[in-house]
């Protein structure tokens, strides 16, 4: 294979490398979408395409997924399943596409996380609309999906929550770092710790590797793995219960992974990392 094109874009290998180096995560799925999106990076690399009218499109295809996955049509809710994978694949491409052309833009970076927001706690209100349709879901079912909805939300806002109270009052008030605790603590789910999952070198101790099942089975992709074998089971028995559980294990999940982060949040996040902000590293 060539090392470059007459167009002067980077070859395959080249992209792969610059993702190597950019983005250090070992878990399968995201070593199979980077492997998959590197194709599309590099078609895209041929034409005028920004990377934030890829981010667009991504949102687009996003909601179209939650919109068919709400259906009471089992085929419509694959069908809506294969949308949001094509999303996820998006994802990864934008930010390829970015990196590769050297041009990068808080309104991408924005509606990059808008996107994150939307589809992982749009999934839960999706199935919990389609299984009202198929099966007249209840009350319940209504504040399992919803829970699970604003857990999603809750746990992408609380992981950011250092960087945000840093820049909106710390930067501004320095003394209020002083008085927060800098020592580790509980790790189980703290940033560093999910850093090391990605790049495969997580502690393997038994939390260690309770944490990183957590980790794993909340993420988006795998999310909609536990959410395709529902509607699988669903196409094959004609009955619901066992998306209807998923739905509960998903939602519960996702719980649990919020409280989790709040609570290594106050014992040792937001001083750890505000510390970690202020020294620069």
Known sequence: MRDADPTGVPSIAELRAMTASAK??????????????????????????????????????ALAGMVFLAQASTTAALVGIAFLVIYHLLDRVDGELARARGIHSMIGIYLDNAGHF???????????????????AESWLWLIGAGGAVAASLTRMAKHAPF????????????????????????AFTRESAKQERTGSADR????????????WTSFPATLLLFLAGLIMEAVTR????????????????LLTYMGVEIVNLRQNLGAEMHRLRRGG
Do not use: C, K
Request: hydrophobic content about 50%; aromatic content about 10%; cysteine-free.
């Open 239 to 254: 009955e619901t219960d066992g998306l209807v559980v998923i739905l509960v294990a998903a939602a519960m999940l996702r």
């Open 118 to 136: 939307v589809s992982e706690s749009g999934v839960f209100l999706a199935v919990t609309f389609h299984l009202s349709q198929v099966a007249g």
């Open 24 to 61: 250090t995560d070992r878990r399968w799925w995201y070593v199979v979408f980077r492997r998959l999106s590197v194709y599309l990076t590099w078609a895209l690399l041929h034409t005028r395409v920004t990377p934030n009218q890829v981010t667009v499109v991504s949102l687009i295809v």
């Open 164 to 187: 945000q109270l840093y820049a909106q009052y710390a930067l501004e008030r320095p003394s209020l770092i002083d008085g927060l605790p800098s020592g580790a603590a509980d790790r």
């Open 205 to 216: 101790s038994p939390l260690g590797l309770l944490r990183g099942m957590v980790l794993a």
